[in-house]
C-alpha cells in the first residue's frame, strides 16, 4: 500500500486479556519500528526489526510484550496479560533506511 | 547519547502570523532530521526531511532548515491558520536503527487562534 497500516485503530480490552496489534509496512521497508505513547508523553521505543530479525528489543517494557515480523512484512505486537499500564496509542513506523520514517495513524489500546 | 530539544515547549499565536520552532541536537552526526505534526490521539505525519548534506527543505508554508555543525533546525511556519495547532516534533537519524536509530524531541504544542 501507499503508507503503513495499523489494525485494529483502536482496541478495548479487559485487564488481564491478550491482544495482538498489527502493522503492514510500506512495501519494500527494510526496516520497522514499534513506538509505544502514553497520554501526554513522548515516544517511548520497543523493538526494531531489520527484515525477519529483532536486533534491538530493548525497549519492550516486560516479558508480556512480544513482536514478530515475516516475510520481512507483517508484523505483530502482541501483549498478554494486559494491564492498565498498557493503555497508550501503538505507533509503527517503516524506513528503508537512511531516509525519512513513515508512520501509521497507531493503534489506540484501552485496558479496563 | 544524542539528545534533542525543542524549544518553545508551547505556543500560542494569533492566525497569520509567522513563526519559528527550534530543535537542537548534541551529536552532529545523523543522516537526516524529520520534523513530523501529531494531531492529539493520532499518528505522526512527515512533514519534512532533510538529509545531512542539505541545508533546507520547503513543502507550501513549510520551510524546514538544517545547520549541522551546530546541531540545529528550525521549521518556519508562513501565514499560519487555525489548521496548523497541533503538536511538532523534531526527530534525529543517525542510521543504524535501533533504540537510538531515531531520537524525538518532546516536541512543541501549537495552538493557532483563530
Known amino acids: 500500500g501507499a503508507g503503513v497500516s495499523q489494525s485494529p485503530s483502536n482496541k478495548v480490552t479487559e485487564k488481564g486479556k491478550d491482544v495482538e496489534l498489527r502493522c503492514d509496512p510500506i512495501?519494500?521497508?527494510?526496516?520497522l519500528y514499534w513506538y509505544r505513547q502514553s497520554l501526554g508523553q513522548g515516544l517511548e521505543f520497543l523493538i526494531y526489526f531489520q527484515g525477519n530479525s529483532a536486533p534491538d528489543k530493548s525497549g519492550l517494557p516486560s516479558d508480556r510484550f512480544s513482536a514478530e515480523r515475516t516475510g520481512g512484512s507483517v508484523s505483530t505486537l502482541t501483549i498478554q496479560r494486559t494491564q492498565q499500564e498498557d493503555s497508550a496509542v501503538y505507533l509503527c513506523?517503516?524506513?528503508?533506511?537512511?531516509?525519512?520514517?513513515?508512520f501509521g495513524s497507531g493503534t489506540r489500546l484501552t485496558v479496563v | 547519547k544524542q539528545e534533542v530539544t525543542q524549544i518553545p515547549a508551547a505556543l500560542s499565536v494569533p492566525e497569520g502570523e509567522n513563526l519559528v520552532l527550534n530543535c537542537s541536537f548534541t551529536?552532529?552526526?545523523?543522516?537526516?532530521l524529520q520534523w513530523f505534526r501529531q494531531d492529539p490521539g493520532k499518528g505522526l505525519t512527515s512533514l519534512l526531511l532533510i538529509q545531512s548534506s542539505q541545508r533546507e527543505q520547503t513543502s507550501g508554508r513549510l520551510n524546514a532548515s538544517l545547520d549541522k555543525s551546530s546541531g540545529r533546525s528550525t521549521l518556519y511556519i508562513a501565514a499560519s491558520q487555525p489548521g496548523d495547532s497541533a503538536t511538532y516534533l523534531c526527530a534525529v537519524n543517525r542510521g543504524g536503527g535501533g533504540a537510538d536509530g531515531l531520537t524525538f524531541g518532546k516536541g512543541t504544542h501549537l495552538i493557532i487562534q483563530p
Open positions: 512495501s519494500g521497508h527494510t526496516a
Open positions: 551529536d552532529s552526526a545523523i543522516y537526516n
Open positions: 513506523a517503516s524506513t528503508p533506511e537512511g531516509y525519512g520514517y513513515t
